[in-house]
């Protein structure tokens, strides 16, 4: 069993982000404090410009809060609203991000993309390598892993880009709107791929859905409203 399992790896305390003064100030983000530990899903669920956006961008570090504290994986990386560490530094170690679309480099292949989140850390190219076909594996690619990407179906594409997102072994798994481009069947897919990484990895991770099909996946269900964060419970909402 990973020794992460059941830690506290993300911790947000009083997190808000404001757009705008006088008239046009937007409150995109409300003052929000929640954990994700490791070892769990947790789907992030909302309608269009409810925060969900927001609040993935200010925990993945890209885009800076007016205010709140943010913790990974007991490192403080913004305290106040302010970062106190070094941000690029912290996403490298700690973070992994999947968009909506799989955003692989399309003159590398599954393997090559992998490999070169190790490899731009100062990983050798064979353990890179060794690292990135044994993960591309796990994750049923083992015959594709050397096709390049506009050779790969949707869903492959998506296994790379989820491969590459835990390649680090991240404590953090972001991912917005990741099975919106794929069908029912490919969308359970990689939901069921985030579920077995988070839970084998170590990994909290956290999925903006619009799909309620797959939140049976699912350890916690947070909903956003008005900027406004509030747990829901999985049973009611998978009935």
Same mark, same amino acid.
Not at 30 to 55: H, Q, R, W, Y
Not at 137 to 155: N, Q, V, Y
Not at 192 to 200: I, M, P, V
């Given at each position: 069993?990973?020794?992460?399992? +059941?830690?506290?790896?993300?911790?947000?305390?009083?997190?808000?982000?404001? !757009?705008?003064?006088?008239?046009?100030?937007?409150?995109?983000?409300?003052?929000?404090?929640?954990?994700?530990?490791?070892?769990?899903?947790?789907?992030?669920?909302?309608?269009?410009?409810?925060?969900?956006?927001?609040?993935?961008?200010?925990? +993945?570090?890209?885009?800076?809060?007016?205010?709140?504290?943010?913790?990974?994986?007991?490192?403080?990386?913004?305290?106040?609203?302010?970062?106190?560490?070094?941000?690029?530094?912290?996403?490298?170690?700690?973070?992994? !991000?999947?968009?909506?679309?799989?955003?692989?480099?399309?003159?590398?292949?599954?393997?090559?993309?992998?490999?070169?989140?190790?490899?731009? *850390?100062?990983?050798?190219?064979?353990?890179?390598?060794?690292?990135?076909?044994?993960?591309?594996?796990?994750? +049923?690619?083992?015959?594709?892993?050397?096709?390049?990407?506009?050779?790969?179906?949707?869903?492959?594409?998506?296994?790379?880009?989820?491969?590459?997102?835990?390649?680090?072994?991240?404590?953090?798994?972001?991912?917005?709107?990741?099975?919106?481009?794929? *069908?029912?069947?490919?969308?359970?897919?990689?939901?069921?791929?985030?579920? *077995?990484?988070?839970?084998?990895? +170590?990994?909290?991770?956290?999925?903006?859905?619009?799909?309620?099909?797959?939140?049976?996946?699912?350890?916690?269900?947070?909903?956003?409203?008005?900027?406004?964060?509030?747990?829901? *419970?999985?049973?009611?909402?998978?009935?």
């Amino acid at each position: 069993m990973n020794e992460r399992l +059941g830690k506290t790896v993300l911790h947000v305390e009083g997190l808000s982000k404001v !757009y705008g003064e006088g008239p046009t100030r937007l409150e995109a983000l409300k003052p929000t404090t929640f954990d994700a530990v490791a070892g769990e899903v947790v789907a992030i669920l909302g309608p269009s410009g409810s925060g969900k956006s927001t609040l993935l961008t200010i925990a +993945g570090l890209i885009n800076p809060p007016t205010a709140g504290s943010l913790t990974l994986n007991g490192k403080l990386a913004i305290k106040d609203g302010q970062p106190v560490a070094n941000l690029s530094t912290l996403r490298r170690q700690e973070l992994g !991000y999947v968009f909506q679309r799989s955003n692989l480099i399309p003159f590398l292949n599954g393997e090559e993309n992998v490999r070169l989140a190790l490899e731009i *850390d100062g990983v050798s190219t064979r353990e890179a390598r060794e690292r990135a076909r044994t993960l591309l594996d796990s994750l +049923g690619m083992s015959g594709r892993m050397t096709a390049m990407p506009a050779k790969l179906s949707g869903g492959e594409q998506q296994r790379v880009a989820i491969a590459r997102a835990m390649i680090h072994q991240p404590s953090v798994v972001l991912a917005d709107e990741p099975t919106a481009a794929l *069908d029912s069947s490919r969308g359970r897919q990689v939901m069921e791929l985030f579920r *077995d990484s988070a839970h084998e990895h +170590g990994a909290a991770v956290l999925v903006v859905t619009h799909d309620h099909r797959t939140l049976d996946l699912v350890d916690r269900v947070l909903e956003m409203e008005d900027g406004v964060l509030a747990e829901q *419970d999985v049973a009611a909402r998978t009935t």
